[in-house]
């Protein structure tokens, strides 16, 4: 069974910087893109950040245009982790943050944005900015 599983969230003030983290386990778990995705009250899931890696070769990284040079997304592939960093934050990022998790590689923005492309959702974490 593969579980992913968010942390790092809470509460924060404007400007204010916060690491999400998301940790895969599962002995079939296999994927070579990982995404993070936020949902605001009342709004739809839309995508923030995903990485897409091979091994010995380059690192994609995606990025909505919200948080272009704010968030950077990385990864840890020893421990199967993947981690949000998120600086000068503001009340419109508050959501709640889900991590994914697709089975094929995915090495295309537009691909990259698209929710149901990923196989894998954690239960996610909330993020709240206050003003």
């Known amino acids: 069974q593969v579980a992913l599983v968010e942390s790092g969230g809470g509460l924060v003030q404007a400007g204010g910087s916060l690491r999400l983290s998301c940790a895969a386990s599962?002995?079939?778990?296999?994927?070579?893109?990982m995404a993070w995705f936020r949902q605001a009250p009342g709004k739809e899931r839309e995508f923030v950040s995903g990485i897409s890696w091979t091994v010995g070769a380059a690192t994609y990284t995606f990025y909505a245009d919200s948080i272009k040079g704010r968030f950077t997304i990385a990864r840890d592939n020893a421990k199967i982790m993947v981690y949000l960093q998120m600086n000068s934050l503001k009340p419109e990022d508050t959501a709640h943050y889900y991590c994914?998790?697709?089975?094929?590689?995915?090495?295309?923005?537009?691909?990259?944005?698209?929710?149901?492309?990923?196989?894998?959702w954690g239960q996610g974490t909330q993020v709240t900015v206050s003003a």
């Open positions: 994914a998790a697709a089975r094929s590689q995915i090495l295309q923005t537009t691909v990259a944005v698209q929710a149901d492309r990923y196989d894998y």
């Open positions: 599962g002995r079939t778990f296999m994927s070579n893109t």
